[in-house]
């Protein structure tokens, strides 16, 4: 896959438990969260966004959380599936316009 | 509804020669967007469309790289001439107008310099 050489953080998780993935984020201004997805040979897929007036935002599955005062962001997948296996990413928007700042990305390896 | 479509998936080309790749947005996105991601590094952006306008180039590297959206339908992104460096995955994104609107991704050409 794409992602071939790139050297990423991997979780482990056994198949049902809960996965938590952290992001750090440098920016202070950053008023926009995103978390992405990307499975081998595919583009980001859009999972949850917060924006900077919130602390926690749950989806399907999936809770976003976001310390401002650490800069510090999370993304916790609850019973997590082999369908889940992929890359995430973090990404944050607001210190200058409309582009989006990805982090280094994390790979999750769902065992059964 | 048709996603973000990328032409071509794969292109593999020697060093000192051109390639243009194409994006074709969710109709009806004025944004449009490119980014890539250079191997061992992240996702990177390259330059933001409104329509036909560029908006922000702030992220293209150097004048090697050349990005149109005439008629602010479809964009290409040209590398004249392509260096070892450029080799990479590029992506193509596209939002409708608000701030808050999700951005939407391609699947990506990867490009190989050779």
């Known amino acids: 896959g794409e992602s071939v050489g790139l050297h990423l953080p991997t979780l482990s998780v056994q198949e049902g438990d809960n996965s938590i993935i952290n992001c750090a984020y440098s920016n202070s201004a950053s008023d926009y969260f995103i978390w992405y997805k990307q499975e081998s040979g595919k583009g980001p897929q859009f999972i949850i966004d917060?924006?900077?007036?919130?602390d926690k935002r749950q989806g399907q599955r999936v809770t976003v959380l976001l310390n401002k005062t650490v800069k510090h962001l999370s993304l916790q997948i609850a019973a997590t599936q082999p369908g889940d296996s992929a890359v995430y990413f973090c990404?944050?928007?607001?210190?200058?316009?409309?582009?989006?700042?990805f982090g280094g990305g994390t790979r999750v390896l769902v065992k059964p | 509804e048709a996603g973000v479509t990328q032409f071509p998936s794969h292109s593999v080309i020697e060093k000192g020669q051109t390639v243009t790749l194409r994006c074709d947005p969710i109709s009806g996105h004025d944004n449009l967007y490119w980014y890539r991601r250079v191997m061992g590094k992240e996702i990177k952006f390259l330059l933001h469309?409104?329509?036909?306008?560029?908006?922000?180039e702030s992220g293209m590297p150097n004048n090697r790289f050349l990005a149109e959206r005439t008629g602010g339908t479809y964009s290409t992104l040209k590398v004249q001439p392509a260096e070892l460096e450029d080799s990479g995955v590029y992506f193509c994104?596209?939002?409708?107008?608000?701030?808050?609107?999700?951005?939407?991704f391609g699947p990506g050409t990867r490009l190989t310099v050779l």
């Open positions: 917060i924006r900077s007036n919130m």
């Open positions: 990404a944050e928007k607001g210190a200058a316009g409309n582009k989006l700042t």
């Open positions: 469309f409104v329509k036909e306008s560029k908006q922000d």
């Open positions: 994104a596209s939002s409708e107008r608000d701030y808050y609107n999700e951005q939407f």
